[in-house]
């Protein structure tokens, strides 16, 4: 039997509704269409807002936040990034082994370090390597940058994937430094799936987590998790702990004074 769009349509939004969740391969076998014929429906469907697309499937409609392009989003609260960008730099000390993940207030932290030795630097951010590569260059660090194997992602300047994963749990690191796309009832929050997975991996495997927060990621809220709050060694923010999150407190460092 072939299925005309509309009852596709239909069908795929009942399924929805039974199960909040629904799987490419699982729609494509029961309508008897090929996967692209349900990925191109999900896409149209997402279009109109009738469900949220996600990593091989579906889910009902979820309006959150989706993430600008890297460039741009590199100039957005730029002062702030900076400032903790600054102070996260001073974690770093002589012998460190630190993982990096993808965002554009990690990808600052390498310039403002100074007269550091044999450090290794792991980091599946491509914008990232570069910056602590020029750090070495211009003799304001020593040491070394791995930057992982995987998949890249031109809209994040970043690698991700399997490969990635597996890179990562073969080593151990002192400190971890993370972004993230929220943080929202104690949950810190990404944008997308493969880095949130990266973020992850690089905090199972330190000893230390900081993460990295401007203000404007409190009360945000994406929609993959990246770890609870209290996970995290250090919580960097230009603002100061919120009353309602006193809990973290002493987790919390308040930074300033970004300009570059």
Request: glycine share 6%; with cysteine.
């Amino acid at each position: 039997m072939t299925y005309a769009k509309i009852e596709r349509f239909e069908f795929i939004l009942k399924q929805l509704e039974l199960d909040g969740k629904i799987i490419v391969a699982n729609i494509a076998e029961t309508l008897l269409v090929a996967p692209e014929t349900v990925r191109r429906d999900l896409d149209e469907l997402e279009q109109q807002h009738l469900l949220t697309r996600v990593h091989g499937g579906a889910i009902k409609y979820t309006n959150v936040r989706t993430e600008p392009a890297f460039l741009r989003k590199l100039q957005m609260h730029k002062e702030a990034k900076c400032a903790i960008a600054r102070q996260a730099a001073q974690r770093i000390c002589d012998g460190d082994t630190i993982a990096v993940d993808t965002g554009t207030t990690t990808v600052h932290i390498a310039d403002y370090l100074m007269a550091v030795d044999d450090i290794t630097v792991v980091t599946n951010s491509i914008a990232a390597a570069a910056q602590f590569n020029l750090a070495i260059e211009e003799r304001r660090m020593t040491g070394k940058v791995i930057l992982l194997g995987g998949t890249t992602n031109p809209r994040q300047a970043s690698v991700a994937g399997a490969m990635t994963l597996e890179w990562l749990s073969h080593m151990n690191f002192d400190k971890a430094f993370l972004s993230c796309g929220g943080i929202k009832d104690g949950i810190v929050y990404d944008y997308d799936l493969d880095e949130s997975l990266i973020s992850q991996k690089m905090l199972q495997q330190s000893k230390n987590c900081i993460l990295l927060a401007d203000a404007s990621k409190l009360n945000g809220k994406s929609f993959y998790q990246i770890c609870d709050l209290a996970q995290c060694t250090e919580i960097m923010c230009d603002m100061a702990c919120p009353e309602e999150w006193q809990a973290y407190e002493e987790q919390w460092t308040v930074c300033s004074g970004g300009k570059s």
